[in-house]
Nanobody
């Protein structure tokens, strides 16, 4: 059974950092396109970042470029999202997900496959 379990969310002050983790089971990350999306209350889902399985290219939403870094540890079957210089507008539930496709320059929700329950990130003073 394919499963994704996120952890690492919490309350952080503006300018702070958090690292989210996503443990995958039931499949191998090595051959999967995987990433993160977020959803804030009353707002639409937003793709944050993803890593393409075909060429390793990485997509970042403009809103997080230069602040967030996605990485994967295939040995641990885990993907991470390092979030620095956090802003109140980053407050959302962050979900780890697999995708049929993404690239360094293209992301679309239509390619979402499986996602986890999410972890809440709250940025507030």
């Amino acid at each position: 059974q394919v499963q994704l379990v996120e952890s690492g969310g919490g309350l952080v002050q503006p300018g702070g950092s958090l690292r989210l983790s996503c443990a995958a089971s039931g499949f191998t990350l090595d051959y999967s396109t995987i990433g993160w999306f977020r959803q804030a209350p009353g707002k639409e889902r937003e793709g944050v970042s993803c890593i393409s399985s075909s060429d390793g290219s990485i997509y970042y939403a403009d809103s997080v470029k230069g602040r967030f870094t996605i990485s994967r540890d295939n040995a641990k079957n885990t993907v991470y999202l390092q979030m620095n210089s956090l802003k109140p507008e980053d407050t959302a539930v962050y979900h780890c997900a697999t995708y049929q496709y993404c690239s360094g320059t293209y992301y679309s929700d239509m390619y979402l496959e499986v996602w986890g329950q999410g972890t809440l990130v709250t940025v507030s003073s």
